[in-house]
C-alpha cells in the first residue's frame, strides 16, 4: 500500500479486540522503526517503554485520563514515549561511538566535527531555554512514524495525550533518567464495532492549510 493510501486508511482506535495479540515479529519491527526515526543532529534524545501484560497496563494506568482508559485496557501494546531533558557527555559520545562503528567516518576530523557540532546545536538549546520542546519534536517524529509503521502491518493504534504526564514521569521515575513523557501509543487490532472505524476521515481543505509561494 503507497503512503497515501495508509494515510487515508489508519485511523485512531477507540475500542480494541481484547483477545488479538500483536506477533513478536510485528512488535520488533515497530521497535526497528523507532530506532530509525531521524532526528536534528541524529541526536536520539528519547527513550521507550514497551508494555504489553496486564501488570504493565495497571502501572502505568493511573497517568491515563479517565476517557482513554478503553484503549489501554483493549489494546495488545503500549509504548510510553519519552523525551530526554538532558544529554549527558557520555551520552554524546555514545553517539558518536555509534556512528562511527556504523561506518560514518573516513576520517577523524570529520568525526570530531560532527560531534562538536551536535553538542553545539544541542547547547543552543539550553541556552535558548527550549531544550525540552526542542526534544520533544524529535519524539513526536518518532510518534508519526509508529503510527504510520503500525498501519503498513495492519496494526491499529491510539496516538495519547489525554494522561497525566507529572504521575507518569513519577510512575516511570524518568526524573532520575533525565527523561519526561511525551505520550502514550497503544496498538492492537480494532474490536468488531469499534465507533472510529466507519467514521469517515475529515480534514480541513488543502486550500485552507496550503499556500504556495512564488
Ligand atoms: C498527538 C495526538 C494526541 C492525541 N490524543 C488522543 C487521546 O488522548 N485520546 C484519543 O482517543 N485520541 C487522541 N488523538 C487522536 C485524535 O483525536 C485523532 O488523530 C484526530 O481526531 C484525527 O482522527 P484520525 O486519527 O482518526 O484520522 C490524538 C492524536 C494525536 C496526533
Known amino acids: ?3 497515501l ?3 487515508q486508511q489508519r485511523y485512531t482506535t477507540k475500542h480494541y479486540d481484547g483477545n488479538r495479540k ?8 515497530l521497535l526497528e522503526i523507532l530506532r ?7 541526536i536520539q534524545p528519547w527513550h521507550f517503554y514497551v ?10 494506568r493511573p497517568c491515563v485520563l479517565d476517557f482513554n482508559h478503553a484503549r489501554l485496557d483493549g489494546c495488545s501494546h503500549f509504548i510510553v514515549l519519552c523525551a530526554k531533558t538532558s544529554v549527558s557527555d557520555e551520552e554524546f559520545s555514545a553517539i558518536t561511538k555509534k556512528e ?4 560514518r567516518y573516513s576520517k577523524a576530523e570529520v568525526k570530531n566535527s560532527v560531534d562538536e557540532h551536535r553538542r553545539y546545536f544541542a547547547d543552543m538549546h539550553v541556552k535558548m531555554g ?8 524529535q519524539t513526536y517524529l518518532a510518534m508519526a512514524a509508529l503510527l504510520y509503521g503500525a498501519a503498513s502491518l495492519g496494526i491499529d493504534s491510539t496516538p495519547i495525550e489525554g494522561m497525566d504526564y507529572e504521575k507518569c514521569d513519577e510512575i ?9 513523557s511525551v505520550g502514550i501509543v497503544t496498538l492492537g487490532y480494532r474490536a468488531k464495532d469499534d465507533s472510529n472505524a466507519k467514521r469517515p476521515k475529515s480534514r480541513l481543505d488543502k486550500e485552507s492549510i496550503i499556500s504556495f509561494l512564488e
Open 22 to 29: 500483536i506477533s513478536q515479529e510485528h512488535i520488533d519491527m
Open 5 to 7: 493510501a495508509l494515510s
Open 100 to 103: 562511527d562503528a556504523d561506518g
Open 1 to 3: 500500500m503507497d503512503f
Open 51 to 60: 508494555g504489553s501484560s496486564d501488570a504493565a497496563k495497571n502501572l502505568i
Open 130 to 137: 527550549d531544550f525540552n520542546e526542542w526534544t520533544a519534536k
Open 36 to 42: 530509525l526515526t531521524p532526528s536534528a543532529v541524529n
Open 172 to 180: 516511570l521515575k524518568l526524573k532520575e533518567k533525565s527523561l519526561r
